[in-house]
């Protein structure tokens, strides 16, 4: 065996550099591996990730943004005075005898040019303006609502995927389980211990558990496809750790007055400005706006040019067919969003409670599920496993025992996943953060 100092000793120049370059070359190699996405592993997907990849894919956000940006630049327009009118005519032209259709042979024919402006009074140009600011804080209300209703569905399909994954992982378990105890019954039979019976059971048992495994397959297709629709081809990526589901954002002391702000009932309350806007615009209405015209007269050339000035009044001759009406339409539409919004604080508070109960005893189900349901099935199992071995049980307890056994965990495992999915639905009924930018 040579030694390394004597190797070092005898490496000549050619042979150091050679060695280096090697060391270099092989360096660079596995930056670019680690730094190729193809070649790195990929990342797990978090819950809190996914949500964040949805809000910034959305394009309802987008939506509301430019419905916000239409109805602030509206407000502007409707604060301003109405375009003034050009008019243009001729008066008085003769159409018989010798001056017929002539401009400039008799004393009343003028050739018209005048400019009419309507004169809308102050505080209805002001109303018409905050009418559509409310349109605007509407729209920004009804993206805090899509906002949340994004989070919560990519929660959702986030964990269908993830118990999905997790109930494939104990049916795998369970067939490799079953596969075994096809190979026991197989050596059995032929030992003259057995009988092809068993052989039939187990294999049944096993076609029973791969039917199932495809039946879960298909689960896990159809929540990445779910969850594709929020955050595109990232709902490929391995999914990471289970957040925290313990608690969730809402008080219960104070449901109430929380739920008073939810986003949908933001929507319903700025749907009653709107209401109360068109109101005070409808009781404005009820005084009329004057228009001002000024028109110059040009005559023949033997004959003086004249001015004309006029004003305009509407004549509210019927206000209380008309305009006293529209005032009470629009209060009773007041009325109306009002009462909406009120019902549907009391169908929120209604479903949100009853959410809260069923989450607080799935809660205590499935502390039970893991303190002795569960522990009690995989001992049930053990002890006819060795009750089988030791020749005092059949190959059918032991099939039954395992049947058993991966029912309870696929129950607990279901009454997980709606436990958590009725945590997703309390918890991110509101934005997170109040909401997103876009």
Same mark, same amino acid.
């Given at each position: 065996?040579?030694? /390394?100092?004597?190797?070092?000793?005898?490496? &000549?120049?050619?042979?150091?550099?050679?060695?280096?370059?090697?060391?270099?070359?092989?360096?660079?190699?596995?930056?670019?591996?680690?730094?190729?996405?193809?070649? *790195?592993?990929?990342?797990?997907?978090?819950?809190?990730?996914?949500?964040?990849? =949805?809000?910034?894919?959305?394009?309802?956000?987008?939506?509301? @943004?430019? =419905?916000?940006?239409?109805?602030?630049?509206?407000?502007?327009?409707? !604060?301003?005075?109405?375009?003034?009118?050009?008019?243009?005519?001729?008066?008085?032209? /003769?159409?018989?005898?010798? @001056?017929?259709?002539?401009?400039?042979r008799d004393f009343m024919t003028m050739r018209r040019v005048g400019v009419m402006q309507e004169l809308t009074r102050s505080d209805k140009r002001r109303l018409r303006a905050e009418?559509?600011?409310?349109?605007?804080?509407?729209?920004? *209300?009804?993206? $805090?609502?899509?906002?949340?209703?994004?989070?919560?569905?990519?929660?959702?399909?986030?964990?269908?995927?993830?118990?999905?994954?997790?109930?494939?992982?104990?049916?795998?378990?369970?067939?490799?389980? +079953?596969?075994?105890?096809?190979?026991?019954?197989?050596? *059995?039979?032929?030992?003259?211990?057995?009988?092809?019976?068993?052989?039939?059971?187990?294999?049944?048992?096993?076609?029973?558990?791969?039917?199932? =495994?495809?039946?879960?397959?298909?689960?896990?297709?159809?929540?990445?496809?779910?969850?594709?629709?929020?955050?595109?081809?990232?709902?490929?990526?391995?999914?990471?750790?289970?957040?925290?589901?313990?608690?969730? #954002?809402?008080?219960?002391?104070?449901?109430?007055?929380?739920?008073?702000?939810?986003?949908?009932? $933001?929507?319903?309350?700025?749907? %009653?400005?709107?209401?109360?806007?068109? +109101?005070?615009?409808?009781? =404005?209405?009820?005084?009329?706006?004057?228009?001002?015209?000024?028109?110059?007269?040009?005559?023949?050339?033997?004959?003086? @040019?004249?001015?004309?000035?006029?004003?305009?009044?509407?004549?509210?001759?019927?206000?209380?067919? #008309?305009?006293?009406?529209?005032?009470?339409?629009?209060? $009773?539409?007041?009325?109306?969003?009002?009462?909406?919004?009120?019902?549907?604080?009391?169908?929120?508070?209604?479903?949100?409670? +009853?959410?809260?109960?069923?989450?607080? &005893?799935?809660?205590?189900?499935?502390? #039970?599920? %893991?303190?002795?349901?569960?522990?009690?099935?995989?001992?049930?199992?053990? $002890?006819?496993? +060795?009750?089988?071995? !030791?020749?005092?049980? &059949?190959?059918?307890?032991?099939?039954?025992?395992?049947?058993?056994?991966?029912?309870?965990?696929?129950?607990?495992?279901?009454?997980?996943?709606?436990?958590?999915?009725?945590?997703?639905?309390?918890?991110?009924?509101?934005?997170?953060?109040? !909401?997103?930018?876009?």
């Amino acid at each position: 065996m040579f030694s /390394p100092h004597i190797m070092a000793s005898q490496m &000549t120049p050619c042979s150091a550099v050679r060695s280096s370059r090697a060391v270099l070359l092989l360096v660079f190699a596995v930056s670019l591996v680690l730094g190729n996405p193809t070649f *790195a592993a990929e990342t797990p997907l978090t819950l809190a990730e996914a949500q964040q990849r =949805a809000i910034e894919r959305s394009r309802m956000l987008a939506a509301k @943004d430019y =419905a916000v940006q239409s109805s602030r630049e509206m407000s502007v327009a409707a !604060g301003q005075l109405p375009d003034p009118v050009l008019k243009v005519g001729i008066d008085n032209l /003769p159409i018989n005898g010798q @001056d017929r259709f002539s401009l400039t042979r008799d004393f009343m024919t003028m050739r018209r040019v005048g400019v009419m402006q309507e004169l809308t009074r102050s505080d209805k140009r002001r109303l018409r303006a905050e009418r559509f600011e409310r349109e605007a804080e509407k729209s920004i *209300a009804e993206k $805090a609502a899509t906002a949340a209703t994004i989070e919560r569905e990519t929660a959702l399909a986030w964990l269908d995927r993830y118990y999905a994954e997790a109930m494939s992982a104990a049916v795998a378990e369970q067939i490799d389980q +079953a596969k075994l105890e096809i190979q026991a019954a197989e050596s *059995a039979y032929r030992a003259g211990r057995g009988n092809q019976a068993d052989i039939f059971s187990s294999r049944s048992a096993l076609a029973a558990l791969e039917d199932k =495994a495809s039946d879960i397959d298909r689960r896990i297709g159809n929540a990445k496809i779910a969850l594709a629709r929020w955050i595109g081809d990232a709902a490929q990526q391995p999914l990471g750790a289970k957040p925290a589901v313990d608690t969730i #954002r809402l008080n219960e002391a104070t449901l109430d007055t929380q739920l008073n702000h939810h986003p949908e009932l $933001a929507v319903l309350a700025r749907q %009653e400005d709107i209401a109360v806007a068109e +109101a005070q615009l409808a009781r =404005a209405n009820k005084k009329a706006d004057w228009s001002v015209e000024v028109a110059v007269q040009q005559r023949g050339p033997g004959y003086s @040019d004249m001015v004309s000035i006029g004003l305009s009044v509407p004549l509210q001759w019927d206000q209380k067919n #008309r305009q006293d009406r529209e005032l009470s339409s629009k209060l $009773a539409q007041v009325e109306r969003a009002r009462a909406e919004r009120e019902d549907m604080l009391r169908a929120h508070v209604a479903e949100v409670r +009853a959410m809260l109960n069923e989450w607080h &005893t799935d809660r205590q189900r499935q502390t #039970r599920y %893991e303190k002795e349901l569960t522990p009690l099935a995989n001992s049930r199992t053990t $002890a006819i496993v +060795a009750a089988y071995r !030791g020749g005092k049980a &059949t190959l059918a307890d032991v099939i039954a025992a395992r049947r058993s056994e991966i029912e309870v965990r696929l129950q607990a495992l279901q009454l997980e996943q709606e436990t958590d999915r009725l945590w997703a639905q309390l918890n991110f009924l509101f934005p997170q953060n109040g !909401g997103p930018g876009h």
